[in-house]
């Protein structure tokens, strides 16, 4: 089954802890990215790859790093999560560019105490 | 002002009921437009493109106009599983460093359809 998945689905951690939120796509896709999503505010883009060890910055990437080392997985990394970071997140991929349909994972609800 | 506007809602209509959702962009320069839907608590899903003439797909038919900058989502004959959030989706536009944004999403606009 074409699928995206993230891990973990839900995690609740304090403040400064180093995480990974990993994310797998079957897909073969090219193009993978990272939202957050927050109330009132929409889905906005932490950080995009347009392939292997190709990535950049979106709207809001404080705070947050990522790599691509392999095509089908792209971790995000918090390397000192603060509770501004509590949010769900969304791992996205797409054949080649973010105008092809975007296959989003099922979320992963961070929570920073 | 937000680069992407949307009612947030909610819409509560009855079954059957035909309901129409508007969102405005900011950036003329604006290529590409989609509606994704968000089912409460789940991932965004493509409901369909936008296309400059216009297109229907089913009881969904999506508009764009150019000139006031805005797209529309028109729902014919509402199922209860139309329930949903409805993002309105714009591509490209730029950041304020110059840097190519990819896509940008709208807060969304609730719908609640009612037995």
């Known amino acids: 089954e074409a699928q995206v998945t993230q891990n973990p689905r839900y995690l609740i951690t304090v403040t400064g802890k180093k995480l990974t939120v990993t994310c797998s796509q079957n897909m073969n896709h090219e193009y993978m990215s990272w939202y957050r999503q927050d109330p009132g505010l929409g889905l906005r883009q932490i950080y995009y790859?347009?392939?292997?060890?190709?990535?950049d910055k979106g709207d809001v990437p404080e705070g947050y790093k990522v790599s691509r080392k392999e095509k089908r997985n792209f971790p995000l990394i918090l390397e000192s999560p603060s509770p501004n970071q509590t949010s769900l997140y969304f791992c996205a991929s797409s054949l080649t560019r973010s105008t092809d349909t975007q296959y989003f994972g099922p979320g992963t609800r961070l929570t920073v105490l | 002002r937000k680069e992407v506007e949307q009612d947030p809602g909610p819409f509560n209509v009855p079954e059957g009921a035909t309901v129409a959702f508007n969102c405005t962009y900011s950036n003329s320069a604006s290529q590409s437009f989609f509606w994704y839907r968000q089912d409460c608590r789940k991932e965004p899903k493509l409901l369909m493109s936008v296309y400059s003439s216009g297109n229907e797909d089913g009881r969904f038919t999506a508009q764009l106009n150019r000139a006031s900058q805005y797209i529309s989502l028109l729902i014919r004959d509402s199922k209860l599983s139309d329930s949903a959030t409805y993002l309105c989706v714009v591509s490209p536009s730029r950041l304020s460093s110059g840097s190519a944004r990819q896509l940008t999403f709208g807060s969304g606009t609730q719908l609640t359809v009612l037995p």
């Open positions: 790859s347009m392939n292997v060890e190709v990535t």
